[in-house]
């Protein structure tokens, strides 16, 4: 079965500095990979996803994130933090025999100016 | 515009009376799906639906019943709610499982 770890419940980091996000999985099948965020009082929305294509993937908000099959991870990474950034982020994959998406914990992020 | 509307957005209800949450998609998705989210745990799938009368349990499905007899719709129903219910219920659907989920709002849930 699949499964996603995001390291880090919470990450705090001031603005206009880099926000990085670890999220890292396991799959027996080549993977889908997804991030969502999810702003206070709101469902979740999709910043990016990597479908075996390339392997560096651009958002929306100006994040990105990277598929490093050889490490297992699928991080998200902004340059520079804004304070609009402050939500939480989830993980998921699409692995298994059977397609089912698996979320990771969550991962609140804090923007202080 | 496309959307995953949910309704009531909020309720407080009491142990024991039943109650029924809607979930409605106007993108003509195959897949929908519903999950609870709690501090710590994330979100956890209680059931899905791969299209018409086709619904299979997710991981937690105890004390929760669904039906999809129209492609839109995928009401979640508490026949008996008990007060670890109290959650966070999101509502979400896709083209077909394993591709981008689009999310409802939510309801949160009380139950006293």
């Known amino acids: 079965a699949q499964s996603v770890t995001q390291l880090g419940s919470h990450v705090s980091v001031s603005e206009g500095a880099l926000v990085l996000l670890r999220c890292n999985y396991s799959?027996?099948?080549?993977?889908?990979l997804f991030w969502y965020v999810q702003y206070p009082n709101q469902g979740l929305q999709l910043l990016l996803k990597?479908?075996?294509?390339?392997?560096l993937v651009k958002g929306i908000n100006g994040f990105e994130a990277e598929f490093k099959k050889s490490e297992t991870s699928f991080h998200l990474t902004k340059p520079s933090a804004h304070m609009s950034d402050a939500a939480e982020y989830f993980c998921?994959?699409?692995?298994?025999?059977?397609?089912?998406?698996?979320f990771g914990k969550g991962t609140l992020l804090t923007v202080n100016p | 515009e496309a959307q995953v509307t949910q309704n009531p957005r909020y309720l407080i209800t009491v142990t024991g009376k039943k109650l029924t949450v809607t979930c409605s998609q106007n993108?003509?998705?195959?897949?929908m799906s519903w999950y609870r989210q709690d501090p710590g745990l994330g979100l956890r799938q209680i059931y899905y639906?791969?299209?018409?009368?086709?619904?299979d349990k997710g991981d937690v499905p105890e004390g929760y019943k669904v039906s999809r007899k129209e492609k839109r719709n995928f009401p979640l129903i508490l026949e008996s709610p008990s007060p670890n219910q109290t959650s966070l219920y999101f509502c979400?659907?896709?083209?077909?499982?394993?591709?981008?989920?689009?999310f409802g709002p939510g309801t949160r849930l009380t139950v006293l």
């Open positions: 979400a659907s896709s083209v077909t499982q394993g591709y981008e989920q689009f």
């Open positions: 799959s027996s099948v080549p993977p889908y």
């Open positions: 990597y479908t075996s294509a390339a392997t």
């Open positions: 998921a994959v699409r692995g298994g025999s059977n397609y089912k998406l698996t």
């Open positions: 993108m003509n998705h195959e897949y």
């Open positions: 639906s791969m299209n018409v009368e086709v619904t």
